[in-house]
C-alpha cells in the first residue's frame, strides 16, 4: 500500500472552494484528529469517518457536511499537510475506497527546528494556509510583531492571523482606558501597520520558526524553508537587553486564538495582554479571531 500513499502536497492545487481558513474548518480538522487518535489504527477508511463527523457535528449526512466545505471530503483530506492518502480495495469484488492516515507528531529527540519564510507580494497570498504547530511562534518583523507559541495547533490563513493580531490589540486598547498617549499611539500604529499588510502595501515576510519542525503552509510555492534551524531567539528578543525566548503556554479549549500573545517591541506598542514590548512582562489574554 505503501507505494500508493500520497503526500496531500500533491492535491493543493486541485482543491478549489473549500477554505481551510474558515472556522468549520478548523473544526472538522480538530474532531478529525480527535477521531483518528480514538481509533488506535494507521489507516481509515474515509466514507466511514465522514460518517461519523456528521454524527459528532450535526450534519445531516455527507452530503450537508461537503456542502458546509464547499468541496468534497476526499479534497477537504488532501488539503492537509500531515495527512497521507490511499485508494483500495478493501476485499475481494468491492469497490475501491479512499483510506487516510495523519502524520503523528515525532517524539521530542527527533525534532529538528525550522525557519519557513514567506514573502507576501499580492494580496491572494493572504489567503494562504498555515498549519502551525502548538510549538511553533510567528514573526512579522516588519512591525517587530510575534504570536508566541501557545500549545494549541492553528489552521488559519494568513489574513486571519494578522487580523486576531490586530483585534487583540484594539481590544487591549479599548479596556485599558489609563494607557499613557504615547502607549495608545505606539498600539494603534502597530495596528495600523497589520492593516497596510493585509493591503499588501510593501513586500513583507512573515516568518515561522518551529522547533519541532511540523508546521506547514498549504502553499510551500513562495515558502523559503530552512531546516536544522539554530534558534537564537525572534526579533523581538534580540533586541532585549537580556535575550528570552518565547514562551509556551496551555490554552484552554475555544478560539484557535485564545490566549495567544503577540510580542511587539518597544518601537512598536507597549506591553498588553496580547501584546507585549521587549523586556515587559507577560500576561495571559483570551481573544478571537477576526474572520473575513
Known sequence: MGQHAQSLTSHV????????????????????????AMSRSEWLAADPVASLLCAQLGYEDTAELEDALNGEFADFLAMLPTVDLDRRVPQPGAPV???????????????????????????KQLWNVLLKSPYARVEIEALGLEICADGRKRTDTVWNYLSGAALDLGMHVQSNRGMSDDATDKTVAV????AALRDVD??????????????RFTDMERVTAIENYVDIGSHVDRNDEVEKPAEESTAPDGDASAAAEEKVDDAAAPASPSARGAGSAEQPSESQDAKE
Open 13 to 36: 492545487t486541485t482543491r478549489r472552494g473549500i477554505d481551510l481558513g474558515h472556522q468549520e474548518a478548523q473544526r472538522l480538522i480538530e474532531e478529525l484528529e480527535t477521531l483518528y
Open 97 to 123: 475506497e479512499l483510506y487516510f492516515r495523519i502524520h503523528p507528531e515525532p517524539p521530542r529527540e527527533q525534532w529538528s527546528c525550522t525557519r519557513l519564510e514567506y514573502k507576501v507580494e499580492e494580496p
Open 191 to 194: 495596528i495600523e501597520g497589520l
Open 202 to 215: 510593501e513586500h513583507w515576510t512573515m516568518i515561522v520558526v518551529d522547533p519541532s519542525g511540523m508546521s
